[in-house]
Nanobody
Framework: VQLQASGGGLVQAGGSLRLSCAAS?????MGWFRQAPGKEREFVAA????????SYADSVKGRFTISRDNAKNTVYLQMNSLKPEDTAVYHC???????????????????WGQGTLVTVSS
């Protein structure tokens, strides 16, 4: 499965962006992770195939919303009230439907996109 992320860019603090990640085929759970300069990769949000279960990092709860369109094999991340600390390269990830384990753990994902840069200015 190949993943293509898009939608990153430069935005002022308080603004919004919508990231998209298109998969080349059907996948199970999908997630977003981010890595800021000099920091380790961290979990942002994830969603199961049905969309019935979502998970968010505490730092983005109430501001970010993850969703998916299985007809398009695409997952979205709506980011509102952006802060400078949200600046990072955002990577999408996916895993087969049979894969188990926490959807918030990067160790459970098999496929990764190339990342899209989000820069939030103060």
């Amino acid at each position: 499965v190949q993943l293509q992320a898009s939608g990153g860019g430069l935005v002022q603090a308080g603004g919004s962006l919508r990231l998209s990640c298109a998969a080349s085929g059907r996948t199970g759970s999908m997630g977003w992770f981010r890595q800021a300069p000099g920091k380790e990769r961290e979990f942002v949000a994830a969603i199961t195939w049905s969309g019935g279960i979502t998970s968010y990092a505490d730092s983005v709860k109430g501001r970010f919303t993850i969703s998916r369109d299985n007809a398009k094999n695409t997952v979205y991340l709506q980011m509102n009230s952006l802060k400078p600390e949200d600046t990072a390269v955002y990577h999408c990830a996916s895993r087969p439907g049979f894969r188990t384990g926490s959807i918030s753990s990067d160790r459970t994902y098999d496929y990764w996109g190339q990342g899209t840069l989000v820069t939030v200015s103060s």
